[in-house]
């Protein structure tokens, strides 16, 4: 699977839009782009994934660029309950189950 | 609906002493995995199952047994604990689907002395 690099963290004001990045230069065609995140050492957390198309839903926006090298995560109006590290993984379609979690991002969310 | 629910919460171990941490799942999920997650670490998978009766090894399955006798339970043994097995210990699973998102437990915190 396709390595990713996320920066090691990241801060956000409440209530703005917080834009984590993933690069993700060496993913091949039919690996997916996930994240998730994991609050204060709960058990990891699905947000939203895509292939290369962006994606929304109730969570999160999904941009991914035109040649899916890198993607951002949105959270459109940040709240202190995502303060969170955010994971950004490539996985091939019928391999979600042995995902490769990196370090992820810490999001820190400041009122 | 109770998703993934992982027994015990805590545990604490001797060095070479045995133990079972259980992991069972209510959604009729194929696909069931362990991850351990070690301070300032990613998870990392230790074994994993595509349905009940066929494991597998992920990255780190040293010191540790699995099985899959029914596609609720996916139990994970550790024959003769070490302090390096001192971790906190995360399930999940979700449906065989390609893209289906894992489903995660809220972990066992185990400690090896």
């Known amino acids: 699977d396709a390595k990713t690099t996320q920066p090691t963290s990241m801060d956000c004001a409440e209530g703005r839009a917080a834009n984590l990045p993933c690069n993700h230069s060496?993913?091949?065609?039919?690996?997916?782009v996930y994240w998730y995140r994991q609050i204060h050492s709960q058990g990891p957390q699905y947000i939203i994934h895509?292939?290369?198309n962006n994606e929304t839903n109730e969570m999160a926006s999904l941009i991914i660029t035109e040649d899916r090298k890198s993607s951002t995560l949105i959270l459109p109006h940040a709240t202190l309950r995502d303060t969170a590290v955010y994971y950004c993984?490539?996985?091939?379609?019928?391999?979600?189950?042995?995902?490769?979690f990196g370090k992820g991002t810490l999001l820190t969310v400041n009122p | 609906n109770a998703g993934v629910t992982q027994t015990p919460k805590f545990q604490v171990l001797k060095t070479g002493q045995s133990m079972t941490l259980q992991c069972a799942q209510d959604?009729?999920?194929?696909?069931m995995s362990w991850y351990r997650q070690d301070p300032g670490m990613g998870l990392r998978l230790i074994h994993y199952?595509?349905?009940?009766?066929?494991?597998d090894q992920g990255e780190v399955p040293n010191g540790y047994n699995v099985s899959r006798s029914t596609t609720e339970d996916f139990p994970l043994r550790l024959l003769s604990a070490a302090p390096s097995q001192t971790s906190v210990y995360f399930c999940?699973?979700?449906?065989?689907?390609?893209?289906?998102?894992?489903?995660f437990g809220n972990g066992t915190r185990l400690t090896v002395t």
């Open positions: 199952s595509v349905g009940a009766g066929i494991t």
């Open positions: 959604m009729n999920h194929e696909y």
């Open positions: 999940a699973s979700s449906y065989s689907t390609g893209t289906s998102p894992l489903h």
């Open positions: 993984i490539v996985a091939r379609g019928g391999s979600n189950y042995k995902l490769t």
């Open positions: 060496t993913i091949s065609g039919n690996e997916y």
């Open positions: 895509g292939l290369k």
